[in-house]
């Protein structure tokens, strides 16, 4: 499936660990977790992430994907576990401080300010400057070049960097995001479902600049709910489900199926088709349901 | 997945981004509504009175305009920012009434009151924005807290401390002299006397321009204003840059309270209560949106400007001033239309 295989070695980009020598992952989690007061938002998630390689994080509405990734981004603190950055245990104390260990965030809603043009977007929190002391002042010229560079090496062709971003498409805008993270030399890029809001055609081009960035040797953390937008992509799954790890597979380890089953959740839908039933649901919708039991009994092995 | 490999496509250039021609871009600017709304507005004046164009009415016009358009710069940074002050009108008071009131009862120099009142006015500033920022209570709230608050303080302290509604004169005092040449004195162009805020205005428009154009500051103003979760998110110290922008505020409220103080020598403790509308509608006029992220420091000049031609020309047109503040609403009315219209318009096109 993917157009070149990448061996243990390559991905790791040869990290190793000063004192034992061994490998490092250039992200890790182990057994984190988060509490908002007495609501557990997220407990016992463990998963890594390496250079030129797609963590796919999957789960349904109050999984725990935002929390978790407001924990790598450094909005929110965990509150139990490990979180390691090449290695190294870290914690973040703000966003800022998640970017400068190199970890970027690409937001759903709020990747841009709307209003603001293209290049503005493109340098905010980062913009290049020329000059000294009180007259230190920013390099337009030279912001509005690279933008234009950079957006045209993503493969969008833009003639006005000076139009707000607002007027850009949805799938754009996540692009120029994608591309500010890139190059302000991001080592991993987190996506926070980027295809969620996207057509058909947008998440397509979404997902093609992903599969870009893994190339340029990024390690990619994708949210999704969707697993048809995740399994053409992704090298490892993290499934998530209130709050709860259900599975951490590598990509040989399961099939677009399997992962499409353990998303739906095999027990919840019997629990649904026996539910439908008992209200006297239609006949042709339980039938539905319970062919989909067996479908998904048939795909996880697991008899429902 | 064989898509890899190739570079892929350039995204289909989009229908609804055409090019756009160098006036649309210039109907695109946040300040052109304001600016077409003062070229009428001077046309008619010019028309109807003589006396308006000249040299001296346009000087006087223009002092006019600079005392709200000083405060206009730092209210228009704010509201670009995405906040508004209510308290601006009554902090310049308490700005005039610091510098007077210590200088006088500590019988010192008075620029030993003016360095204290811009501490003052600077912590009113940082006071406000850090509220904000801790409580994330809107702005309208906390400002107008504060402007409560300072009305009483303005009016109570003086009362208490001298026994008065106005602060005492110190035109008598040290440094009284050179302090009104750099606060309220007057330069003479081509014989035509024109007050020193009027280039104190210039120039702190100038410098606001500078910073939100060319600046990472201005960058940042921008974009707390237009969406500061996102602002924060990339690494903008959204924080930092409100309470800044409340401070500025400050600034140019000390040099407004610096200039009532020594254009006179006394100060009423109960003034400055409503100004802080005009300097929001200055800015309003001159096209910076009251939701933030959009706006100039020149439109809210020439807001100001707007306001200083209207309050004149209608004294100079001979008519009863009385009218003035129903002329004032509908200018607001019209210009925050025609703002509306025409950025709408430059968007879609």
């Known amino acids: 499936m993917n157009a070149k295989e990448i061996d243990q070695q390559t991905l790791l980009q040869n990290e190793r660990d000063p004192l034992t020598h061994t490998p490092v992952h250039l992200l890790s989690l182990d057994g984190v977790a988060k509490h908002y007061g007495n609501i557990i938002a997220l407990s016992d998630v463990t998963m890594a992430v390496d250079n030129g390689r797609v963590t796919c994080v999957l789960g349904d509405n109050g999984a725990g994907k935002s929390t978790l990734i407001k924990i790598i981004a450094g909005l929110h603190q965990h509150d139990a576990g490990i979180l390691k950055v090449m290695g190294e245990e870290r914690k973040f104390t703000s966003p800022r401080d998640a970017l400068d260990a190199g970890i970027a965030t690409v937001y759903q809603d709020l990747a841009v300010v709307p209003l603001m043009p293209i290049w503005r977007n493109f340098f905010l929190g980062s913009e290049l400057t020329s000059g000294f002391g009180p007259f230190k002042s920013m390099d337009v010229e030279k912001m509005k070049e690279i933008t234009l560079k950079e957006l045209a090496a993503m493969g969008i062709d833009l003639r006005d960097v000076e139009q707000p971003i607002g007027q850009l498409s949805g799938g754009e805008r996540q692009c120029v995001a994608i591309a500010r993270a890139v190059y302000f030399g991001a080592k991993v890029l987190i996506l926070d479902e980027p295809t969620a809001a996207l057509g058909v055609k947008q998440s397509g081009v979404v997902l093609r600049y992903i599969l870009q960035a893994r190339d340029r040797g990024l390690g990619v953390i994708f949210i999704t709910h969707n697993p048809h937008h995740a399994f053409p992509v992704g090298d490892r799954f993290l499934l998530l489900k209130r709050g709860k790890s259900i599975g951490y597979y590598d990509k040989k380890d399961i099939t677009l199926d399997e992962l499409t089953a353990q998303m739906a959740g095999g027990a919840e839908l019997a629990e649904l088709a026996h539910e439908l039933e008992q209200l006297g649901g239609h006949g042709d919708v339980v039938k539905e349901v319970q062919s989909e039991v067996a479908g998904v009994a048939q795909t996880t092995g697991n008899p429902y | ?349």
């Open chain 2, 1 to 349: 997945m064989t898509i890899t490999q190739t570079k892929p496509k350039p995204a289909a250039p989009d229908e609804r981004v055409a090019k756009r021609s160098p006036f649309q871009k210039l109907l695109g600017r946040p300040e052109v509504g304001a600016l077409v709304g003062a070229i009428v507005l001077f046309v008619f004046f010019a028309l109807v009175s003589p006396t308006f164009t000249q040299p001296n009415a346009l000087a006087t016009i223009l002092y006019g305009s600079s005392t709200i358009g000083i405060m206009a710069v730092g209210v228009s940074l704010l509201m670009i920012g995405g906040e508004f002050d209510l308290s601006t009108g009554v902090a310049v008071i308490s700005s005039a009434l610091t510098a007077s009131m210590f200088s006088w009862y500590f019988s010192t120099n008075v620029w030993v009151g003016v360095a204290l009142a811009l501490v003052v006015s600077l912590s009113i500033g940082f006071i406000n924005g850090w509220i904000l920022m801790k409580t994330k209570l809107p702005s309208f709230i906390v400002t107008l807290a504060t402007f409560l608050m300072l009305t009483g303080l303005n009016l109570g302290l003086t009362r208490l401390i001298g026994g008065s509604v106005s602060s005492p004169s110190i035109a008598a005092m040290d440094g009284f002299a050179s302090a009104r040449a750099v606060f309220a004195s007057s330069v003479s162009i081509g014989g035509v006397e024109v007050k020193i805020t009027v280039f104190i205005w210039f120039a702190l428009v100038a410098v606001a321009t500078w910073v939100l154009m060319r600046t990472r500051v201005g960058n940042w103003i921008f974009a707390v204003g237009g969406d500061a979760n996102a602002a924060r998110a990339v690494g903008v110290p959204v924080k930092a840059t409100k309470i800044g922008l409340f401070m500025a505020v400050g600034f140019c409220g000390w040099i407004l309270g610096m200039h009532n103080l020594f254009a006179f020598d006394t100060v009423q403790s109960g003034e400055g209560v409503g100004n802080e509308f005009l300097y929001i509608i200055a800015a309003v006029i001159g096209g910076c949106l009251l939701t933030g992220g959009y706006g100039s420091a020149i439109g809210g000049a020439i807001g100001a400007f707007i306001f200083g031609m209207a309050n004149k020309g209608i004294v100079y047109a001979q008519w009863n001033p009385d009218w003035f503040k129903f002329f004032l609403g509908l200018m607001l009315l019209l210009a925050t239309i025609v703002n509306l219209i025409v950025k709408r318009r430059a968007e879609l096109k």
